[in-house]
């Protein structure tokens, strides 16, 4: 399946809570979509801090 401005890399950039009080960006492997699923490309995130 062709979809255009989305890269088809095997890998994506995530933040992830790696412990308590420590983040990160860790490698992982794209998820593929399921036949109800749609792929959304992020151009900005916030983290909430009052969390």
């Not at 983040?23 to 992020?42: C, L, R, S, W, Y």
């Amino acid at each position: 399946m062709e979809m255009s401005g989305v890269s088809r890399s095997r890998t994506m950039k995530a933040f992830v809570m790696l412990g308590i009080g420590e983040t990160g960006f860790v490698e992982k492997p794209i998820p593929e979509p399921g036949p109800n699923d749609a792929i959304i490309k992020t151009t900005a995130a916030l983290v909430c801090t009052s969390d």
